[in-house]
């Protein structure tokens, strides 16, 4: 089934988005269940209203509320476009993981800025630890903030979070993208600047940022044998949960994503 194309200003002017997987889509209506149902009940919408509903892959749809009940709700799609807010590039972040809040600040601002992965490891230096005991309930709650994010940011996905086992394997995740960045606080390095300029042509990007403390000098080594290029982004120092944001803007502003 095809749905007429409407209007760009009819998403921006749209007050409530949703992901909802296209599995969900049948005979040209979303049926929405579980937190996205209940979202729609605490927002006290109404049938008739009007709500922008994202599949998670790019594309997006203008939907009309037709029903809704205490935990699920459907929605009839009265028009579609591809979504226009996401990157030209790949960006994937790979952050040491931190203590408190600070991860949760990463995901949110990291999502905010647009990236498409983000992975934590542990690090020499890292406070905190993931462990099989608690795994599982920090990434539910590193991807419900970034699922809350790409809501609020109108992103047209909602970027994976997932946990590296070890540094080595952060790096064999990084070394995959075309441009692979290690921000290093000290040392033998070059600007950001520089090394974005000499990449030449990308198409995707990691950017490889400490926890608290910054990294290890033979941390540095490693990545920088493996090819990742060492960086600084300038004489200050950044928090931990600032660097990767930092470093995903200078990408965006290079791209013309910015």
Not at 29 to 36: D, I, P, Q, Y
Not at 147 to 153: F, G, L, T
Request: aromatic share 8%.
């Amino acid at each position: 089934m095809k749905y007429s194309v409407y209007a760009r200003i009819s998403v921006v002017m749209s007050l409530h988005r949703f992901f909802v997987a296209e599995t969900n889509l049948a005979n040209g209506v979303f049926f929405l269940s579980g937190s996205a149902g209940k979202h729609i009940k605490a927002l006290r919408l109404k049938t008739g209203d009007r709500i922008t509903i994202c599949d998670g892959a790019g594309k997006e749809y203008n939907c009309l509320l037709k029903k809704i009940s205490n935990e699920d709700a459907e929605a009839k799609i009265i028009g579609s476009l591809n979504n226009s807010t996401e990157p030209s590039i790949k960006c994937t972040v790979l952050a040491g993981v931190s203590k408190g809040e600070r991860s949760d600040l990463t995901v949110q601002k990291c999502t905010e800025a647009g990236a498409c992965k983000i992975v934590f490891f542990p690090a020499e230096r890292s406070v905190s630890r993931i462990s099989d005991k608690n795994k599982d309930a920090k990434l539910t709650r590193w991807r419900r903030v970034a699922e809350e994010a790409a809501m609020q940011s109108g992103r047209g996905i909602i970027p994976a979070v997932f946990c590296a086992v070890d540094f080595a394997e952060a790096v064999d995740i990084a070394i995959k993208s075309d441009l692979a960045l290690f921000m290093y606080e000290t040392g033998e390095r070059i600007s950001i600047k520089r090394a974005i300029n000499e990449a030449g042509y990308f198409s995707s990007v990691a950017v490889m940022t400490g926890p608290e403390g910054g990294f290890e000098k033979y941390e540095a080594d490693i990545a920088r044998s493996a090819g990742l290029i060492t960086c600084s982004m300038g004489p200050r120092i950044l928090r931990c949960e600032t660097a990767p944001v930092i470093a995903l803007a200078a990408l965006m502003y290079h791209t013309d994503n910015l």
